[in-house]
């Protein structure tokens, strides 16, 4: 076969995912990595693997993916294609694990952050507020801390800080407050004890308020901002020149994150120097100067895809 014929994705009797999760701006995040056909790719967040199989399907036989997924669920959906090798870790180890598959750089990397549909559907794992399951919240059933524990266990403080700065919830005190009180009488255990636990401290709609409580929970437990902060600063020494990044966020803590990364080049804001007031070299240009936003006919098909944002940054 030829290094430049184009070959589709080939999809095993478990490739098939539609109902696992629907891909966001896909369209959008394919065109980004600006695809060479015998690049080595890598998919942070394989999940369905929707958009896994949109970059196999730009790459040619000498192309290569890497796709890395901490969910054991997300194993039901591999295809069975040799260019394709599964990484069952968090991404903030990519660089560890590319150098252990024999990969020094890539031309592409791509992460859809945040909760795949079928962490939110699947009622026992306790992400969504619409079933009653144990709280626990783990992508990567291997931890040892779930949502309870950090309910039962953190102290009034630690808990204002949680809800604040993940959740962006108005009244964290009063909840931290509230959870310290409830708990002395009965530990956190379910979704539904929690509900009836804080009703009473509810503000505005119950089911935003609680999917503010739930994202903070959920983000503490799985460290997905210091995840992603480990990530971020792995990108330049792993592109290759000319290579891209595409990160889909679906809250403003993660956007702001990747925003100020793709214009700093690192996590802090350069300093410039006391003596010639130059400013360390950003080894990233930035692609999307706005993050890209799915369209309505998107929304419409995907109401997931609605805080969606796509930014683009391509390694000098």
């Known amino acids: 076969m030829g290094s430049d014929k184009i070959i589709p994705a080939v ?11 629907v891909p966001v701006l896909l369209k959008e995040a394919i065109d980004g990595l600006n695809i060479r056909p015998g690049g080595i790719y890598v998919d942070c967040t394989f999940g369905g693997g929707g958009h896994s199989r949109a970059i196999l399907q730009h790459l040619n036989s000498q192309g290569k993916l890497l796709v890395f997924d901490q969910d054991e669920d997300a194993r039901r959906n591999l295809s069975d294609d ?3 090798v599964f990484i069952p870790q968090n991404f903030r180890h990519l660089q560890r694990f590319l150098r252990l598959h024999k990969v020094q750089r ?19 794992r306790g992400f969504s507020t619409r079933f009653d399951a144990d709280l626990d919240m783990r992508m990567d059933q291997r931890l ?31 909840l ?31 089911q935003k308020y609680f999917a503010q409580v739930f994202q903070a929970l959920r983000i503490a437990v799985n ?20 290579g891209r ?19 700093n080049g690192s996590l802090a804001a350069p300093e410039a120097d006391e003596v010639y007031g130059t400013r360390t070299e950003n080894p990233l ?22 805080s969606a944002k796509l930014r683009v940054a391509e390694r000098k």
Do not use: W
Not at 109 to 124: M, R, T
């Open 11 to 21: 999809n095993g009797s478990t490739g098939q995912s539609a109902g696992y999760h």
């Open 82 to 84: 040799p260019r394709m």
């Open 106 to 124: 890539v031309d592409g990397i791509l992460a859809d952050l945040g909760v795949s549909s079928h962490q939110f559907d699947e009622a026992g």
């Open 144 to 174: 040892t801390l779930t949502a309870a524990d950090l309910l039962n266990q953190q102290t009034e403080s630690q808990l204002h800080k949680l809800f604040e700065q993940y959740g962006e919830v108005t009244n964290a005190r009063t």
């Open 176 to 206: 931290a407050r509230t959870i310290v009180q409830k708990r002395a009488i009965t530990p956190f255990r379910t979704i539904n004890e929690c509900k009836h636990a804080l009703h009473d401290v509810v503000k505005g709609n119950p």
């Open 223 to 242: 460290d997905e901002l210091g995840a992603l902060q480990d990530l971020l600063i792995q990108v330049p020494d792993v592109l290759n020149p000319g």
């Open 245 to 263: 990044v595409a990160i889909i966020t679906f809250h403003s803590l993660e956007d702001r994150l990747v925003k100020n990364f793709f214009r």
């Open 285 to 306: 240009t930035i692609i999307t100067k706005k993050p890209l936003v799915a369209t309505p006919d998107e929304i419409k098909t995907n109401p997931r895809a609605r």
